[in-house]
């Protein structure tokens, strides 16, 4: 239940800041516009993983996909983490 509550939290408020990070950089005119098409991202970047899970369960079961999901953050990860390093503010 704890972890539960930290990992909500810590949801909300990544979700919160980057909206504003969003409101701040969109031009006040297209706000609306800017805010949809990032919640669209998010919402549309959050349920694909999850249905490719569920069809890769079917198939190959419950621990392959999960392992193979698991792998493909990592990979994604990594390059990420190394882009952030080279572009964070010193």
């Known amino acids: 239940m704890l972890g539960t509550s930290v990992a909500g939290l810590a949801a909300a408020l990544g979700y919160r800041g980057s909206l504003q990070v969003i409101n701040q950089i969109a031009p006040a005119e297209r706000g609306a516009e800017v805010v949809s098409s990032y919640l669209l991202a998010g919402f549309v970047g959050n349920s694909i993983p999850i249905i490719g899970v569920g069809v890769l369960s079917g198939v190959l079961g419950p621990l392959p996909a ?8 990592a990979l994604f990860a990594i390059p990420a ?9 010193r």
């Open 81 to 89: 983490l190394i882009i952030g390093w080279r572009h964070a503010p």
């Open 66 to 73: 999960s392992a193979l999901f698991a792998a493909t953050i």
